[in-house]
């Protein structure tokens, strides 16, 4: 009898590793010709790669992130009715939660593991119909994709604002701690320099990368810790606090880091750069016009791919002899250009 109990207790517990191991495998990749690209814009259009409208998001006031999961995707915004949800697969799905306040709500950030949706509702965050408040976050502003879960631990980032009492910004991180979520500063070279960050990635359960940048310089912060990245120009030194460079993205694909943004160049327009392993590089398209500023936007790490959106503005002459501004929006995949849109307000977009 006792033998047959061990082999049950033996059997029930490798059925729960078992389980618990299905939760953070991978999900299954698609091939590349398989793949769908689905780029969000600000008034919850949604286009796919040939630059074609598939979708306008229902009572939708104002998206601000689109994600995916498997054949799935979720997009973050504010609801026209004012109600707290999200739109999955383009129909709104409304959170039944129980608010204290009654106030306008705007998701400005969404991420998803198993069966949970994680939400950034100032000043909560939202799993599912659970409510969890941040510490200290009077001072808090949001980045633009400041949401990331890994194997169900949350993260969130952003900017603790000092404007009022004179005091240079910080960047902050809040990790879950306790039914809430705590905050954590994140150093800076000098206490007399601002820090911002606005990204992140997170991987392994425990580990993450967020990108900003402190005083003028660009840079990750990996698990806490900072890495000023290099720059390829050299610029004038600007009189006030402005960056010379910036990350506005990052993600980790086969052990190698990967942060986008921009630096300013020697004429200080902003110019589109990928840093890879701290390494920088200029992303710039074959056009032949007059550049005047890029920037790269975000990254998405799928398969062994790496995807990246980035922003061109070029001067083009017309017909009567004048000029005018042109902003071509590109998504790469690894280093080529696979779509093109034009006259779009482009927020993010997602492979499906």
Request: charged letters at 25%.
């Amino acid at each position: 009898m006792r033998i047959l109990k061990k082999q049950i207790l033996l059997v029930i517990g490798l059925l729960i590793i078992l389980s618990s191991c299905e939760h953070d495998d991978p999900k299954t990749v698609k091939r590349r010709g398989e793949r769908q690209i689905y780029v969000l814009t600000s008034e919850g259009h949604i286009y796919d790669l040939m630059g074609d409208k598939i979708m306008e998001l229902p009572d939708c006031e104002y998206a601000s992130e689109i994600i995916s999961d498997g054949d799935d995707y979720f997009v973050s915004g504010k609801n026209s009715k004012g109600k707290v949800g999200y739109w999955k697969n383009g129909k709104w799905n409304t959170l039944h939660l129980d608010f204290i306040d009654d106030v306008e709500h705007e998701t400005q950030g969404i991420a998803k593991w198993d069966y949970y949706i994680y939400l950034f509702d100032y000043p909560f965050i939202l799993k599912n119909s659970g409510i969890f408040p941040l510490d200290d976050c009077e001072d808090f502003n949001p980045s633009g994709r400041c949401l990331a879960v890994s194997n169900g631990k949350c993260y969130l980032t952003g900017m603790e604002y000092h404007g009022d009492d004179n005091l240079p910004n910080d960047a902050v991180l809040y990790y879950e701690h306790k039914g809430r979520y705590a905050k954590a500063i994140l150093p800076k070279p000098s206490p007399d320099l601002s820090g911002h960050a606005t990204c992140i990635h997170a991987y392994d359960t425990f580990h993450t990368i967020v990108g900003g940048h402190v005083g003028h310089e660009p840079c990750i912060w990996v698990d806490q810790q900072l890495q000023v990245l290099p720059r390829i120009c050299n610029p004038p030194t600007p009189e006030y606090d402005l960056p010379l460079g910036h990350v506005s993205s990052v993600t980790k694909l086969n052990g190698h880091i990967y942060a986008c943004g921009y630096e300013e160049d020697d004429n200080s327009n902003m110019r589109a750069v990928l840093w890879v392993d701290g390494v920088p590089q200029f992303v710039q398209s074959p056009r032949q016009e007059k550049m005047r500023f890029s920037f790269a936007d975000e990254l998405i790490a799928y398969g062994d791919d790496l995807y990246m959106l980035t922003f061109e503005c070029y001067e083009q002459k017309l017909a009567n002899g004048e000029t005018e501004n042109n902003i071509d929006i590109l998504i790469w995949m690894n280093e080529r250009i696979i779509a093109k849109y034009n006259n779009i307000d482009v927020v993010n977009f997602t492979v499906v």
